[in-house]
């Protein structure tokens, strides 16, 4: 492995930004998961790529506030990669919401009428609904973000179908059931039920061998394709010697788009409501995918990272440590195959100090979850307890996420502080409504903030993560309390990656004693203001009219 030491570098985190453009300094630095900065989007309130795909199965009858399609697809997020938005964000990885083919039929079970527009309502695993696209769409967003260096995430349901509808009936009790509804105060009554009313749970506990279900059978007839996938699924079990069960011919749909397309990790939905042991075995075979995707691409190989897995454990969170306590029974998921698992503690820890965050994150991280991580977000497409819905502090917001140790996760619009309130919206419809590209592009002030001024503020704070894997990877240190001042360092074996972090520094001239940091000498590149200095006397001058400074040894 090559050997890189990357520089040490001084931030202060709060307060004023520019309307310039993110200054980086040129730096050669590996990805690691476990400082991976992503970006999630749901794949229809994006970016609309392509109109002329906007409507499909007759889905024209009128919808509740943010609940039908609007036109975001797989075309539109390639747009963006293309121009340059996620790298100028410091994005590693993007993970979209599932794009397989959902219900065609409306539904309405308390927060009015709603289409299948969020993706977790499937019908067909084996093809992409054509709202979001084609295959020759997703094939190119794949191989565009890998020339990007960005890895694609793929959110996978195994837990249920979508619901059943006038134009979409339940599939054969034989693999699912609609009975009881689950009740979450066990196992029993989180696992094997179904997750709310008219939402077919997949019988992933059944060992027994099934016949592919009649709906799915006539689909494929319909569409001139039952031959070619009946021949395919033939193939799979005769070659893993697998048994025809509900949970292998999933694993074998899902794992197709690794293997075919190249996608780098998995989300899983739903997480808790799926017996662990079937992650386990949608891993394996994830692993097995990954390996041939890349010896047949050598020459699109990203490195040498493994396939990543992480999931979402409703109300898991970072203090839990590996152990989930479903109120009988604990479990750890990270023993299935499970690296990383979303934690929802952080959207109440953002509020808290900042050495009180650090240092809790970096102790758990570098203890007891050795070897495995977090994510960590501030808001999501299902949290109604998203953290400052109306974006009145976007500025100290990006600074804790995105200097936390862990897994970062950015929701779509928390860089343009998208308002997560929507007027005559019912639940969760308030968070998904379509990136706000029109404040962007007015420069609209949103909360008193400019927009363009927020996104600023989290591109340098992104693209310092993205270049330093020791931010999200590395052990912290608090070396201040006044002024806040901490290291962080990351070691993997020749690699080495060292950063110090300095909080509350003034604005205009400032001297900053780096005595034990850099040698005199030395020539420091600050990437918030595009000024260097010379360290002298073991200190370094700057004079910017910036209170956040990014210091690095070049």
């Given at each position: 492995?090559?050997?890189?030491?990357?520089?040490?570098?001084?931030?202060?985190?709060?307060?004023?930004?520019?309307?310039?453009?993110?200054?980086?300094?040129?730096?050669?630095?590996?990805?690691?998961?476990?400082?991976?900065?992503?970006?999630?989007?749901?794949?229809?309130?994006?970016?609309?790529?392509?109109?002329?795909?906007?409507?499909?199965?007759?889905?024209?009858?009128?919808?509740?506030?943010?609940?039908?399609?609007?036109?975001?697809?797989?075309?539109?997020?390639?747009?963006?990669?293309?121009?340059?938005?996620?790298?100028?964000?410091?994005?590693?990885?993007?993970?979209?919401?599932?794009?397989?083919?959902?219900?065609?039929?409306?539904?309405?079970?308390?927060?009015?009428?709603?289409?299948?527009?969020?993706?977790?309502?499937?019908?067909?695993?084996?093809?992409?609904?054509?709202?979001?696209?084609?295959?020759?769409?997703?094939?190119?967003?794949?191989?565009?973000?890998?020339?990007?260096?960005?890895?694609?995430?793929?959110?996978?349901?195994?837990?249920?179908?979508?619901?059943?509808?006038?134009?979409?009936?339940?599939?054969?009790?034989?693999?699912?059931?609609?009975?009881?509804?689950?009740?979450?105060?066990?196992?029993?009554?989180?696992?094997?039920?179904?997750?709310?009313?008219?939402?077919?749970?997949?019988?992933?506990?059944?060992?027994?061998?099934?016949?592919l279900p009649d709906e799915l059978l006539k689909k494929w007839e319909k569409e001139g394709r039952l031959e070619q996938e009946v021949e395919e699924l033939d193939t799979f079990f005769e070659l893993t010697g697998y048994p025809r069960t509900p949970t292998y011919y999933l694993i074998k749909w899902l794992t197709d788009y690794v293997r075919k397309y190249g996608i780098d990790a998995y989300r899983l939905d739903t997480a808790k409501h799926v017996e662990e042991d079937v992650w386990a075995k949608l891993r394996k075979e994830a692993d097995r995918a990954y390996s041939e995707w890349k010896a047949e691409h050598p020459?699109?190989?990203?490195?040498?990272?493994?396939?990543?897995?992480?999931?979402?454990?409703?109300?898991?969170?970072?203090?839990?440590?590996?152990?989930?306590?479903?109120?009988?029974?604990?479990?750890?998921?990270?023993?299935?195959?499970?690296?990383?698992?979303?934690?929802?503690?952080?959207?109440?820890?953002?509020?808290?100090?900042?050495?009180?965050?650090?240092?809790?994150?970096?102790?758990?991280?570098?203890?007891?979850?050795?070897?495995?991580?977090?994510?960590?977000?501030?808001?999501?497409?299902?949290?109604?307890?998203?953290?400052?819905?109306?974006?009145?502090?976007?500025?100290?917001?990006?600074?804790?996420?995105?200097?936390?140790?862990?897994?970062?996760?950015?929701?779509?619009?928390?860089?343009?502080?998208?308002?997560?309130?929507?007027?005559?919206?019912?639940?969760?419809?308030?968070?998904?409504?379509?990136?706000?590209?029109?404040?962007?592009?007015?420069?609209?002030?949103?909360?008193?903030?400019?927009?363009?001024?927020?996104?600023?503020?989290?591109?340098?704070?992104?693209?310092?993560?993205?270049?330093?894997?020791?931010?999200?990877?590395?052990?912290?240190?608090?070396?201040?309390?006044?002024?806040?001042?901490?290291?962080?360092?990351?070691?993997?074996?020749?690699?080495?990656?060292?950063?110090?972090?300095?909080?509350?520094?003034?604005?205009?001239?400032?001297?900053?004693?780096?005595?034990?940091?850099?040698?005199?000498?030395?020539?420091?590149?600050?990437?918030?203001?595009?000024?260097?200095?010379?360290?002298?006397?073991?200190?370094?001058?700057?004079?910017?009219?910036?209170?956040?400074?990014?210091?690095?040894?070049?």
């Amino acid at each position: 492995m090559k050997s890189y030491i990357l520089p040490f570098l001084f931030i202060l985190a709060l307060g004023c930004t520019s309307q310039t453009n993110p200054v980086s300094a040129p730096l050669d630095a590996p990805f690691i998961w476990e400082n991976a900065n992503i970006y999630f989007l749901l794949t229809d309130r994006f970016s609309n790529g392509e109109p002329e795909n906007d409507i499909n199965f007759n889905r024209t009858e009128e919808c509740a506030v943010n609940r039908g399609f609007q036109g975001g697809d797989l075309a539109g997020v390639t747009e963006k990669i293309e121009e340059g938005y996620f790298n100028d964000l410091g994005i590693t990885a993007i993970w979209m919401t599932p794009f397989v083919e959902q219900v065609h039929g409306l539904v309405d079970e308390g927060t009015g009428p709603t289409y299948g527009y969020h993706g977790y309502w499937a019908k067909d695993w084996t093809s992409l609904d054509p709202n979001f696209g084609t295959e020759e769409e997703l094939a190119q967003l794949i191989e565009t973000a890998h020339q990007h260096g960005i890895r694609i995430v793929m959110d996978v349901v195994i837990n249920h179908t979508g619901p059943v509808t006038e134009s979409d009936p339940a599939w054969n009790p034989e693999w699912v059931r609609l009975t009881p509804t689950c009740e979450h105060y066990s196992y029993k009554t989180t696992v094997p039920c179904t997750l709310v009313k008219n939402l077919p749970d997949i019988k992933t506990d059944s060992n027994e061998e099934v016949e592919l279900p009649d709906e799915l059978l006539k689909k494929w007839e319909k569409e001139g394709r039952l031959e070619q996938e009946v021949e395919e699924l033939d193939t799979f079990f005769e070659l893993t010697g697998y048994p025809r069960t509900p949970t292998y011919y999933l694993i074998k749909w899902l794992t197709d788009y690794v293997r075919k397309y190249g996608i780098d990790a998995y989300r899983l939905d739903t997480a808790k409501h799926v017996e662990e042991d079937v992650w386990a075995k949608l891993r394996k075979e994830a692993d097995r995918a990954y390996s041939e995707w890349k010896a047949e691409h050598p020459d699109k190989v990203l490195s040498d990272n493994k396939f990543f897995m992480f999931g979402e454990v409703y109300n898991y969170g970072i203090s839990t440590g590996k152990m989930y306590n479903f109120g009988d029974t604990l479990v750890n998921f990270y023993e299935y195959g499970i690296n990383g698992l979303i934690n929802f503690e952080f959207r109440t820890d953002v509020g808290k100090p900042y050495e009180e965050i650090f240092s809790k994150y970096s102790d758990i991280l570098n203890g007891e979850l050795s070897g495995n991580t977090v994510i960590n977000y501030v808001c999501s497409h299902d949290d109604e307890w998203s953290h400052d819905r109306m974006r009145k502090n976007p500025i100290e917001t990006a600074t804790k996420l995105l200097l936390c140790p862990g897994i970062t996760q950015i929701y779509y619009g928390d860089e343009t502080s998208r308002i997560l309130e929507a007027e005559g919206a019912m639940g969760d419809a308030h968070l998904r409504s379509f990136m706000n590209w029109e404040e962007l592009d007015a420069n609209s002030e949103v909360s008193g903030h400019k927009v363009k001024d927020v996104l600023l503020h989290w591109q340098k704070m992104g693209k310092f993560r993205a270049h330093h894997p020791s931010v999200g990877a590395g052990i912290h240190t608090m070396l201040s309390a006044s002024p806040y001042i901490f290291k962080r360092e990351f070691t993997s074996g020749d690699y080495t990656d060292k950063v110090v972090v300095g909080l509350a520094l003034p604005s205009g001239s400032k001297i900053i004693p780096v005595e034990h940091e850099f040698e005199d000498g030395t020539t420091i590149f600050d990437s918030y203001s595009g000024e260097s200095a010379t360290v002298s006397g073991g200190k370094v001058t700057l004079d910017t009219e910036f209170d956040i400074v990014l210091l690095a040894a070049i």
